[in-house]
Nanobody
Framework: QVQLVESGGGLVQTGASLRLSCAAS????????MGWFRQAPGKEREFVAA????????DYADSVKGRFTISRDNAKNTVYLQMNSLKPDDTAVYYC?????????????????WGQGTQVMVSS
């Protein structure tokens, strides 16, 4: 069992940066691939970024490539999402997810555990 708690969301202006954190419980955090998804009002939940159990494999949605960076610290059981050059279109609730296994994954149905979400709002 893995429990995930996101933090770091907030209200910022266009062009600002935020770093989201996702703290995971459980002793086998390094066995899980991790991902970030987001859901804007009235829209489907969409993939943002993912990282394999080692830091050298990542994947990003085209909409965030070059602006967002996902990373993890297995010693701290934490995954991060550094978000730079934020735009109003990035406004959403951001969710952290964990999927048992080594391979990176981009589909929400491939993840086993989800956090409660953290709100990010970007004003124009």
């Amino acid at each position: 069992q893995v429990q995930l708690v996101e933090s770091g969301g907030g209200l910022v202006q266009t062009g600002a940066s935020l770093r989201l954190s996702c703290a995971a419980s459980g002793r086998t955090f390094s066995s899980y691939a991790m991902g970030w998804f987001r859901q804007a009002p009235g829209k489907e939940r969409e993939f943002v970024a993912a990282i394999a159990w080692t830091n050298d494999r990542t994947d990003y949605a085209d909409s965030v490539k070059g602006r967002f960076t996902i990373s993890r610290d297995n010693a701290k059981n934490t995954v991060y999402l550094q978000m730079n050059s934020l735009k109003p279109d990035d406004t959403a609730v951001y969710y952290c997810a964990a999927g048992l296994g080594l391979r990176i994954r981009v589909r929400s149905d491939e993840y086993d555990y989800w956090g409660q979400g953290t709100q990010v709002m970007v004003s124009s």
